[in-house]
T-cell receptor
Framework: AQSVAQPEDQVNVAEGNPLTVKCTYS??????LFWYVQYPNRGLQFLLK??????LVKGSYGFEAEFNKSQTSFHLKKPSALVSDSALYFC???????????FGKGTRLSVIA | DTAVSQTPKYLVTQMGNDKSIKCEQN?????MYWYKQDSKKFLKIMFS???????INETVPNRFSPKSPDKAHLNLHINSLELGDSAVYFC?????????FGPGTRLTVL
C-alpha cells in the first residue's frame, strides 16, 4: 500500500526567501507524485506532478519539485516566497494509473512580510 | 465554465436526517471520486467510480451511498446523519493522470 509523509506541520518563511515543503513517499511500484494547494475555505488546486521524465518538474505559480528516487522524496520548492503563497500544501501519491491518490497530512505554509 | 462543481457549498442539518450532495464535472473524464476531509484536514478516499461503475468503496458506513446517473455526475447520499459525519466532502474527477477537485461541501451535523 502506498503512503505519504509530510514531516512538518508548519513551515514559516520570510517573503522573498526560498521555501521548501518536504514530502517522502512509499509505493510498491513506480510512483505518480503530485502537489496540491488548499487556500482557506477552498478546494484543492493542482500545482504539479511527476509521472516520468526529468526529475525536476515545474508547476503553477513558480513552484517546482524534485523527484529523488533513492531518497523516495518529492520536495516542493520555490525560489522566492510570496505572502500570497500562504496556504495548506498536500503531497499525494499513487502507484498505478487507476488507483486513487493517497494524501499526506498537509503542511501549512506561512509567508511573513 | 467551472470544471468540477458541487452543490450545496454549505449544509447544516440535524442528526438523523438524510441529505444529498451533488457533483458534476464538465471535463469529459471517466473517473470520479468522493473524498472526506476531517477537522484536522486529513483527506481520505471514500468512493471511486469509473464510467458510472463503482470501482473502490473504502471502509465507509453503508449509510453513505454514491449514485452516478451518468459519467458526468457523482452524487453522495447520506442516511441517518451522525455528529461524526461533520466534515468537508470533496468530489474529484481524473484525466489520464491528474485529479481535479471541486470546491467542497461543508457538512455540519447538529
Amino acid at each position: 500500500a502506498q503512503s505519504v509523509a509530510q514531516p512538518e506541520d508548519q513551515v514559516n518563511v520570510a517573503e522573498g526567501n526560498p521555501l521548501t515543503v518536504k514530502c517522502t513517499y512509499s509505493v510498491s511500484g513506480n510512483p505518480y507524485l503530485f502537489w496540491y494547494v488548499q487556500y482557506p475555505n477552498r478546494g484543492l488546486q493542482f500545482l504539479l506532478k511527476y509521472i516520468t521524465g526529468d526529475n525536476l518538474v515545474k508547476g503553477s505559480y513558480g513552484f517546482e519539485a524534485e523527484f529523488n528516487k533513492s531518497q523516495t522524496s518529492f520536495h516542493l520548492k520555490k525560489p522566492s516566497a510570496l505572502v500570497s503563497d500562504s496556504a495548506l500544501y498536500f503531497c499525494a501519491v499513487r502507484d498505478m494509473a487507476n488507483t486513487p491518490l493517497v494524501f499526506g497530512k498537509g503542511t501549512r505554509l506561512s509567508v511573513i512580510a | 465554465d467551472t470544471a468540477v462543481s458541487q452543490t450545496p457549498k454549505y449544509l447544516v442539518t440535524q442528526m438523523g436526517n438524510d441529505k444529498s450532495i451533488k457533483c458534476e464535472q464538465n471535463l469529459g473524464h471517466d473517473t470520479m471520486y468522493w473524498y472526506k476531509q476531517d477537522s484536522k484536514k486529513f483527506l481520505k478516499i471514500m468512493f471511486s467510480y469509473n464510467n458510472k461503475e463503482l470501482i473502490i468503496n473504502e471502509t465507509v458506513p453503508n449509510r453513505f451511498s454514491p449514485k452516478s446517473p451518468d459519467k458526468a455526475h457523482l452524487n453522495l447520499h447520506i442516511n441517518s446523519l451522525e455528529l461524526g459525519d461533520s466534515a468537508v466532502y470533496f468530489c474529484a474527477s481524473r484525466d489520464a493522470d491528474t485529479q481535479y477537485f471541486g470546491p467542497g461541501t461543508r457538512l455540519t451535523v447538529l
